[in-house]
């Protein structure tokens, strides 16, 4: 840094220049908002954003959980919207049924045409996965907000930068002080788990139309898997990889996770499998499909800490008992303003489908 005193200044004249250009310049806005995304790019919002389109999935969720409604929400990507159709979010707010979804592709190419026409103050786009998806946003003028998937920092990160971008910062606080608390008490109990204890768990991201599994590095439900004191038996796969029947029965899982995303999988697609009934996960009953909430339980979303203690209380009965009915009624309340029935969790948990699977009968209402 230059020292001050290196400077030969004629103050009375700056004073002057600087008061003309206070009258000359345009007034900045108190209600301007400015920040980096996950890319290191600036944005700059005039305002608190008050049309938003996602075209990252998980986040059309968090937006409204963060908002508290649908108002802001003016576009998102069709996954995001099967998943309010299919789940319990288009029962508590039936109007995001109706928000369009043709501003993307399923595969984060947007739709140019349609993202304009809903006039949109800010899209949320990924970043990290090339210009492709990014440019069209950009050379169009529209406000965009990279964001990056993989760990919880970067989940909260983007989740405190989407609450203050939409005048919601008042939020935020909340709901990273609850992930905080539930990670830090099931890793306080997780450690007590000695690593032979800890059983091989396979979450698989697709099983229908093609079957794939992720290994541990920027992966999401392998870093709760660990967490919870399980471990993962795709671990040495480079990233997220398709796999056949043959290599999951040669990594012989003690449990199974199967996504929320494939609406026609369900437990039989294991049991009635002559490879995969075979493993140990089948042969003991631990097949479990992930729920399904305001949003899918597997990737990072407003709602991950219940996904967290619902993996916790099933790998490790013994050491977690989190009643987690409550702990859904508690969320739902803060996250939607909703209050939660019985059937509704139900529902959520798959109860009817897996309520037979091994230790799943915690889950049923007392």
């Known amino acids: 840094m230059v020292p001050l005193s290196s400077f030969h200044l004629d103050m009375p004249r700056l004073a002057a220049v600087a008061l003309i250009g206070l009258f000359l310049a345009p007034a900045a806005s108190a209600e301007e908002i400015v920040f980096k995304d996950q890319e290191n790019r600036e944005v700059r919002l005039a305002k608190p954003a008050e049309r938003v389109v996602s075209i990252v999935i998980p986040m059309a969720s968090t937006v409204i959980a963060l908002d508290g409604g649908t108002s802001k929400l003016v576009g998102m990507n069709p996954t995001a919207k099967s998943a309010v159709t299919e789940g319990i979010l288009g029962k508590i707010f039936p109007e995001a049924k109706d928000i369009p979804s043709d501003v993307t592709a399923p595969n984060f190419v947007p739709n140019v045409e349609a993202l304009t026409a809903t006039n949109p103050d800010l899209v949320i786009q990924w970043g990290g996965r090339g210009t492709d998806i990014v440019a069209p946003l950009t050379n169009a003028g529209l406000n965009t907000m990279l964001i990056l998937y993989g760990t919880e920092e970067r989940t909260r990160d983007y989740m405190s930068m989407t609450s203050n971008a939409i005048g919601r910062p008042e939020r935020i606080g909340e709901l990273v002080e609850w992930r905080d608390r539930v990670q830090k008490d099931i890793e306080a109990k997780a450690a007590t788990i000695p690593e032979d204890k800890k059983p091989n768990v396979l979450y698989l991201g697709r099983a229908l139309s093609d079957i794939s599994a992720s290994g541990t590095k920027g992966n999401y439900t392998p870093w709760y898997i660990d967490l919870a004191g399980g471990k993962n038996a795709a671990a040495e796969l480079n990233g997220t990889l398709s796999i056949n029947k043959e290599q999951i029965a040669q990594w012989n899982p003690d ?112």
Not at 268 to 283: E, F, K, M
Not at 288 to 302: A, E, F, H, I, V
């Open 255 to 366: 449990v199974i996770f199967l996504n929320a995303f494939e609406a026609e999988l369900n437990v039989d697609w294991v049991y009635d499998d002559p490879i995969l009934s075979l493993t140990n996960a089948a042969r003991n009953k631990r097949i479990y499909k992930m729920p399904l909430g305001g949003y899918r339980w597997d990737p990072p979303s407003q709602e991950s800490p219940l996904s967290w203690m619902w993996t916790a209380n099933l790998l490790h009965p013994d050491v977690f008992s989190y009643d987690l009915r409550t702990e859904m009624k508690a969320a739902y309340k803060t996250l939607y303003g909703y209050e939660l029935t019985d059937a509704d969790i139900d529902g959520i948990l798959w109860l009817n489908e897996q309520g037979a699977s091994a230790g799943y009968a915690q889950f049923k209402a007392k």
